[in-house]
């Protein structure tokens, strides 16, 4: 059985304090305008946005160095507490038992599920991208199949939610709108994929502010070009986006851990970028340490009412002191009851674990995304500013109800280590995914028709009442809730969508169905079917033309380089159906 691992995506960097109404009016509009061509220009370096704020007042050249308690059981005042309806004995987030390590990152791919024995899917949103910028990495970097094939690093949801689709806004006073496509299944003819895609409204509330404590790795393993330097030019972006009721701080660990920046106000980014440009990496890893200090710092600025984060950027290798995922996972799954939670930034190759940075987001409450390039910072801290930064709800929870009358089977595509227990789903204890301001995830099952070749007949009991439920001669086919807690209002909220089997595929179809495609492909699923490396192109081929659509076309020429695909400039077709 998977665990119900709650990852909690909470909103990654959440950099509100400055980012209120006001900026959602007069910066959205600039954010969504962002071309490909602008993000690829990257930013500059850290020296030239220092020469470029040289006249700012109240900085100092000089690296901050401070002293903290090391009592690492700082406590949090009651006034402090996030105001999460979870107590001590809340449950979500659990240890994994002997012989399931994660380290592994090997999760069994979800299978058909009989619709009479078992009819509810429920999990956990989630709106991590680490997988499939890695992956856009390696491939960039001459990795060919089998390497992506044994790398462990291919998760589909990460896949998918890494593109932006065309849902349809919240209405009314919904915090999320509920987007339902079905169509033929690519892949197998016989069966039929359900594409769910759910869209976060916009906040239009001012934060308090935001508490960061950045947790920087300045071992030796971050001394390559695509590690600290990367994180050099991409923290020059963050600054940019900061306001005056920010604090910042910077925590860093290698052999030792120092805090080199403590409680900096937003604005001051000649004295934030002064500490960072100091940055040498050097020695061994020892996150044990790092993790300590930052969460007593974070501790001491907490902000009441505000976002408490700690980002962490690293490579992942941790070699000293509290390396075990099962201690880390336990330590940042405690401390996040305090109200204080964790994001992730990758970066780097080589010597870069996966498999324990995903497990600290996860564990943390937190985002997990992967850093290879300037373009990549400006898409994750720039044009997804409000998504990732901006809460909108918490535990965000789905759960579809599978019509037996008319699904025979049906099988969750990915978020293999978010499902949940169908009885967690109204468990308000349980923890689940945040998401943030205009935010979207999607989820696709492909589902095998009743009456089908691959319908295996289950006896009923001779208790069963068997009646034809109104829906069933509808055509429904399944029943999807959404369940969170509104930020704004911190109560729980539910939302549903009756799905009939009417076929409307659009662009939006077509291209999510492309990237399932591939991630299958490089997973080599059982459950692929047709599927080749043509078929993923003529799927991108049928979506409309975007730069997304078209960078991700050109990724797969490159990685199927030997392979005729037939790619057009899609900018030449008429999208859907084209």
């Keep these: ?65 401070k002293s903290i308690s ?8 009651s006034a402090q507490e996030m105001s999460m309806a979870q107590d001590d004995s809340a449950e979500g987030i659990v240890t994994c038992p002997v012989g399931e390590d994660p380290t592994q990152n090997e999760f069994g791919e979800n299978t058909f599920v009989n619709t009479k024995e078992e009819s509810l899917s429920t999990l956990s949103a989630d709106v991590d991208t680490a997988s499939y910028t890695k992956v856009r990495s390696m491939i960039a970097d001459g990795y060919g199949l089998e390497d992506l094939l044994d790398s462990g690093l291919v998760r589909t949801e990460e896949l998918l939610n890494y593109f932006d689709y065309s849902y349809a806004a919240p209405t009314s006073d919904d915090a999320f709108s509920v987007n339902a496509q079905v169509s033929t299944c690519p892949w197998n003819k016989k069966h039929q994929l359900l594409v769910l895609g759910f869209q976060a409204r916009e906040a239009i509330e001012q934060s308090e502010g935001a508490n960061l404590v950045f947790l920087i790795d300045v071992s030796g ?32 660990y290698s052999g030792a851990e120092e805090l080199v920046l403590d409680g900096a106000r937003g604005s001051e980014s ?17 996150g044990e340490a790092g993790l300590k200090l930052a969460y007593r710092v974070a501790a001491s600025h907490y902000i009441e009412g505000g976002v408490n984060r700690i980002v962490m950027a690293s490579d992942g290798d941790l070699n000293v002191g509290m390396s075990s995922p099962y201690e880390i996972q336990e330590f940042v799954a405690a401390k996040r009851k305090e109200g204080v939670y964790l994001s992730v930034l990758g970066f780097g190759d080589g010597a870069y674990n996966d498999a324990i940075l995903e497990s600290i987001a996860d564990y943390g409450n937190g985002q997990y995304h992967y850093i290879d390039s300037s373009a990549e910072a400006r898409r994750v801290l720039v044009k997804n500013l409000m998504a990732n930064f901006v809460p909108v709800a918490d535990d965000v929870k789905v759960q579809v109800d599978f019509n037996a009358e008319n699904v025979s089977r049906w099988r969750l595509i990915g978020y293999e280590n978010r499902t949940l227990q169908s009885s967690d789903f109204e468990n308000d204890r349980i923890d689940a995914g945040e998401l943030g301001s205009g935010a979207q995830f999607t989820v696709a099952y492909e589902i095998v028709p009743a009456g089908s070749d691959f319908e295996v007949s289950v006896p009923d ?19 999807v809730s959404l369940r969170y807690r509104a930020f704004d209002d911190g109560e729980v909220h539910a939302q549903s969508l009756a799905v009939d089997g009417t076929e409307n595929p659009d662009s939006d179809f077509y291209f999510a169905a492309s990237v399932i495609e591939l991630g299958m492909y490089l997973r080599d699923s059982e459950y692929m079917g047709t599927t080749s490396p043509t078929s993923i192109a003529e799927l991108v081929m049928r979506s409309a033309p975007t730069p997304e659509h078209e960078a991700f076309a050109a990724l797969l020429e490159r990685l199927f380089s030997d392979v005729p695909l037939g790619i057009v400039d899609i900018t030449d077709t008429d999208g859907p159906g084209a």
């Design 1 to 65: 059985r998977v665990l119900p691992v709650a990852a909690s995506i909470a909103a990654c960097l959440m950099v509100a304090g400055g980012l209120g109404v006001a900026f959602i009016s007069e910066t959205q509009d600039t954010m969504s305008n962002t071309t490909a061509s602008s993000a690829q220009e990257g930013t500059a370096d850290v020296d030239g946005f220092l020469l470029e704020h040289a006249g700012e007042t109240g900085t100092s050249a000089s690296t901050e160095s």
């Design 70 to 77: 090391n009592d690492s059981d700082w406590d949090i005042s």
């Design 221 to 252: 393993s971050m001394s390559d070009a695509d590690k600290l330097p990367l994180l050099k030019k991409s923290f020059a972006q963050l600054v940019e986006q900061l306001g005056p009721n920010d604090r910042v701080s910077i925590v860093t």
């Design 270 to 286: 000649t004295r934030i970028l002064r500490a960072v440009r100091g940055l040498e990496a050097d020695g061994s890893t020892n």
């Design 461 to 479: 009991s001779r208790y069963t009442v068997v009646e034809q439920s109104p829906s069933a001669a509808s055509g429904e086919i399944a029943y």
